[in-house]
């Protein structure tokens, strides 16, 4: 029987998930709670609801239509109470999409149909499928079923994961992959605990597991002012990567706060707000990174 498992969203179209053109698949659920997470959406592995506060004319419609009584005004905000089931009546009600849900479930073969409808483009540009999230890896049964059915077509899968999950659960996926894309966030483990709510020592332990298993691997670190914007940070990492002999390259990515507002209309707190990383700083920091894969 197939497995299920709760996704945000397939994005066609891809350029910056892997090789060539991909379809990108959006997982629902993460361990981690990084303070810069631009989809915070998919921190809970349940359907949430966004409210576009800009939008909601406060008809009040979705609350009378809501058969669980879950839906209350508090402030200028919808809140979804306890009880709330999903069924998503407050989203067909508002004439206004001042309310969007996030997070459907779905089943395997249904998503590798879906993927299969874009196998053209990834054959001719060399491109494939990536499972990214949230964190795939906690849904692992679910993400092995859609990249052994890929796989089975001759497409190239790809993960993009923070490998922070037990090895030993996670092996099946990993050896479904044609690539990882992985994050080190952090090299100093208390810093990384603060920032994102775990320590980093299962993830660069992972990191090696995958070394010996020759799999090839992207590394990439979120570059975050205050955070890891330094040349220490970032040479730590860079060496530890560079003893490997699988890492195609090690990418610096710079902040963007584009979870903010995601984070308003689910009506979550706010994160600390990160000033942009200066351009002549990443300059130095990308220098630093391309000596991990020369």
């Given at each position: 029987?197939t497995?299920?498992?709760?996704?945000?969203?397939?994005?066609?179209?891809s350029?910056?998930?892997g090789p060539?053109?991909?379809?990108?698949?959006?997982c629902?659920?993460?361990?981690?709670?990084?303070?810069?997470?631009?989809?915070?959406?998919?921190?809970?592995?349940?359907?949430?609801?966004?409210?576009?506060?800009?939008?909601?004319?406060?008809?009040?419609q979705?609350?009378?239509?809501?058969?669980?009584?879950?839906l209350?005004?508090?402030?200028?905000?919808?809140?979804?109470?306890?009880?709330c089931?999903?069924?998503?009546a407050?989203e067909?009600?508002c004439v206004?999409?001042?309310?969007?849900?996030?997070?459907?479930?779905?089943f395997?073969?249904?998503?590798?149909?879906?993927?299969?409808?874009?196998?053209?483009?990834?054959?001719?540009s060399?491109?494939?499928?990536?499972?990214?999230?949230?964190?795939?890896l906690?849904?692992?049964?679910?993400?092995?079923?859609?990249?052994?059915g890929?796989k089975a077509?001759?497409i190239?899968?790809?993960?993009?994961?923070?490998?922070?999950?037990?090895?030993?659960?996670?092996?099946?996926?990993?050896a479904?992959?044609?690539?990882?894309?992985?994050?080190?966030?952090?090299?100093?483990?208390?810093?990384?605990?603060?920032w994102?709510?775990i320590?980093?020592?299962?993830?660069?332990?992972?990191?090696?597991?995958?070394a010996?298993?020759?799999?090839?691997v992207?590394?990439?670190?979120?570059?975050?002012?205050g955070?890891?914007?330094?040349?220490?940070?970032?040479?730590?990492i860079?060496?530890f990567?560079?003893?490997a002999?699988?890492?195609?390259?090690?990418?610096?990515m710079?902040?963007?706060g584009l979870?903010e507002?995601?984070?308003?209309?689910?009506?979550m707190?706010?994160?600390?707000?990160?000033?942009a990383?200066?351009?002549?700083?990443m300059?130095?920091?990308?220098?630093?990174?391309e000596?991990?894969v020369?």
């Amino acid at each position: 029987m197939t497995m299920d498992g709760i996704i945000t969203d397939i994005q066609s179209f891809s350029l910056h998930d892997g090789p060539g053109i991909r379809s990108t698949v959006f997982c629902k659920g993460c361990n981690m709670r990084c303070a810069w997470c631009h989809n915070p959406e998919t921190f809970t592995a349940r359907t949430q609801f966004f409210h576009y506060r800009e939008r909601c004319l406060r008809c009040g419609q979705c609350i009378a239509r809501c058969p669980q009584n879950a839906l209350v005004f508090e402030g200028s905000s919808l809140v979804h109470r306890e009880g709330c089931d999903a069924c998503g009546a407050c989203e067909r009600e508002c004439v206004n999409d001042a309310i969007k849900a996030s997070g459907k479930r779905v089943f395997a073969a249904w998503v590798v149909d879906a993927l299969l409808r874009d196998r053209a483009f990834y054959e001719r540009s060399g491109g494939g499928v990536t499972l990214s999230g949230g964190e795939v890896l906690m849904q692992a049964a679910f993400a092995a079923e859609v990249l052994a059915g890929c796989k089975a077509q001759g497409i190239h899968t790809c993960i993009e994961s923070n490998m922070s999950q037990p090895f030993d659960a996670c092996h099946d996926v990993i050896a479904l992959c044609g690539l990882v894309i992985m994050d080190i966030k952090l090299w100093d483990s208390e810093r990384h605990r603060k920032w994102t709510g775990i320590g980093n020592e299962m993830v660069l332990e992972n990191f090696e597991r995958l070394a010996a298993m020759a799999v090839p691997v992207i590394v990439r670190t979120p570059i975050v002012t205050g955070v890891n914007d330094n040349e220490a940070e970032i040479s730590a990492i860079a060496k530890f990567v560079s003893a490997a002999g699988n890492v195609l390259e090690y990418e610096l990515m710079e902040y963007h706060g584009l979870g903010e507002d995601k984070r308003v209309a689910l009506g979550m707190e706010a994160s600390p707000r990160f000033a942009a990383v200066e351009a002549a700083r990443m300059k130095r920091l990308r220098a630093i990174a391309e000596t991990a894969v020369r």
